[in-house]
């Protein structure tokens, strides 16, 4: 069941998750909107699966759109990465990528990641990816190494422990475009699909998010990832 989230200037949000096969959700999703008026969502998905790591996941996410509003995009993934970068006395960590967007009423979308979640933007007819993930695959698709890139795109080569402000990747949505963001298990739900399901519930928000996640598929192995969509309109 989706959660809804009413903010200013008629904008409405919505999140939705599915755990998968595991036995703990490892994605989380946040959204503050801060006295100014700026939104600010993100997507933190977990490496590794224990309620521990569960728990800390929404901790990165809490404190990346908490940052954000006031600091910005970038230093709101940052402030996560921040986060993970010394365990405490605790003798682990657990690790995560994450995608954030900072809207702004009548303004571009900013969106700044790490790892191999996705941010949309929907401009009313076409969805359109407005995220390169960190993963091997990518890399070698964009050096020229197509054939070879389907067996590395489970390689995240960037994640909140190693997150800098050189390697943090940024991005923008424009104007009044609908804001999509998605965990790497909707990986599973091909694009026309997801497009698709974006065209039939634009107008709502809710129904949106739940339908992504329920769009989640296993794997022909019997695995299914955890599965959370984030929708924000901007007008």
């Given at each position: 069941?989706?959660?809804?989230?009413?903010?200013?200037?008629?904008?409405?949000?919505?999140?939705?998750t599915?755990?998968?096969?595991?036995?703990?959700?490892?994605?989380?999703?946040?959204?503050?909107?801060?006295?100014?008026g700026?939104?600010?969502?993100?997507?933190?998905?977990?490496?590794?699966?224990?309620?521990g790591?569960?728990?800390?996941?929404?901790?990165?996410?809490?404190?990346?759109?908490?940052?954000?509003?006031?600091?910005?995009?970038?230093?709101?993934?940052?402030?996560?990465?921040?986060?993970?970068?010394?365990?405490?006395?605790?003798?682990?960590?657990p690790?995560?990528?994450?995608?954030?967007?900072?809207?702004?009423?009548?303004?571009?979308?900013h969106?700044?990641?790490?790892?191999?979640?996705?941010a949309?933007?929907?401009?009313?007819?076409?969805?359109?990816?407005?995220?390169?993930?960190?993963?091997?695959?990518a890399y070698?698709?964009?050096?020229?190494?197509?054939?070879?890139?389907?067996?590395?795109?489970?390689?995240?080569?960037?994640?909140?422990?190693?997150?800098?402000?050189?390697?943090?990747?940024?991005?923008?949505?424009?104007?009044?475009?609908?804001?999509?963001?998605?965990?790497?298990?909707?990986?599973?739900?091909?694009h026309?699909?997801?497009?698709?399901?974006?065209?039939?519930?634009?107008?709502?928000p809710?129904?949106?998010?739940?339908?992504?996640?329920?769009?989640?598929?296993?794997?022909?192995?019997?695995?299914?990832d955890?599965?959370?969509?984030?929708?924000?309109?901007?007008?």
């Amino acid at each position: 069941m989706s959660t809804a989230h009413d903010l200013t200037h008629g904008r409405r949000a919505a999140t939705a998750t599915r755990r998968g096969v595991r036995d703990y959700n490892m994605d989380a999703a946040a959204l503050f909107q801060a006295s100014t008026g700026v939104a600010v969502a993100a997507i933190v998905d977990g490496i590794g699966n224990d309620p521990g790591g569960a728990a800390t996941m929404r901790l990165l996410a809490e404190s990346a759109v908490r940052v954000g509003a006031t600091k910005g995009a970038l230093a709101g993934v940052l402030a996560a990465a921040a986060l993970v970068e010394d365990p405490g006395i605790n003798p682990h960590m657990p690790d995560g990528v994450i995608v954030l967007a900072l809207a702004v009423p009548g303004r571009p979308t900013h969106l700044a990641w790490v790892g191999d979640s996705h941010a949309y933007g929907w401009d009313g007819t076409r969805l359109h990816l407005r995220t390169d993930p960190h993963t091997m695959g990518a890399y070698l698709r964009g050096n020229g190494v197509a054939d070879l890139a389907p067996l590395h795109d489970a390689w995240v080569r960037v994640t909140l422990s190693s997150a800098t402000v050189t390697n943090v990747a940024v991005s923008s949505v424009p104007p009044d475009e609908l804001v999509l963001l998605v965990s790497d298990g909707l990986d599973s739900v091909p694009h026309d699909e997801l497009e698709a399901l974006v065209r039939e519930h634009q107008d709502d928000p809710n129904a949106l998010a739940d339908a992504i996640v329920a769009a989640a598929r296993e794997t022909e192995d019997g695995y299914r990832d955890d599965a959370t969509a984030l929708v924000l309109t901007t007008r």
